[in-house]
């Protein structure tokens, strides 16, 4: 079983930078494929940043390639959203997600444990 506990989110304007954070329990995080989803109101939740248990293999969605940065401290059982440039449209609540299978894993469904989100506001 993992817990997940996100922080760092909040209201900033267009241009600016938040580091999102995700705390995780257990001492199995190391085994742990790791992502970051994003759900705008209305909208599906997808993956917009998703990285391999030992952090040498990432994922990007298009739109956030080249602002953000995903990173992970295994030994202190986090993983990271660093988001750099921030849109308007890049409000959404934002959800980090854990699932023990090999590899860089972007399905949603795949995902077996979620934390309860932050929400990221960025105003024009």
């Known amino acids: 079983q993992v817990q997940l506990e996100e922080s760092g989110g909040g209201l900033v304007q267009a241009g600016g930078s938040l580091r999102l954070s995700c705390a995780a329990s257990?001492?199995?995080?190391?085994?742990?494929?790791m992502a970051w989803f994003r759900q705008a109101p209305g909208k599906e939740r997808v993956c917009v940043s998703a990285i391999n248990w030992s952090g040498g293999i990432t994922y990007y969605e298009d739109s956030v390639k080249g602002r953000f940065t995903i990173s992970r401290d295994n030994a202190k059982n986090t993983v990271y959203l660093q988001m750099n440039s921030l849109e308007p449209e890049d409000t959404a609540v934002y959800y980090c997600?854990?699932?023990?299978?090999?590899?860089?894993?972007?399905?949603?469904?795949?995902?077996?444990?979620w934390g309860q989100g932050t929400q990221v506001t960025v105003s024009s």
């Open positions: 997600a854990a699932v023990r299978i090999v590899g860089v894993i972007t399905n949603r469904a795949q995902y077996d444990y």
């Open positions: 257990g001492r199995t995080f190391s085994t742990y494929s």
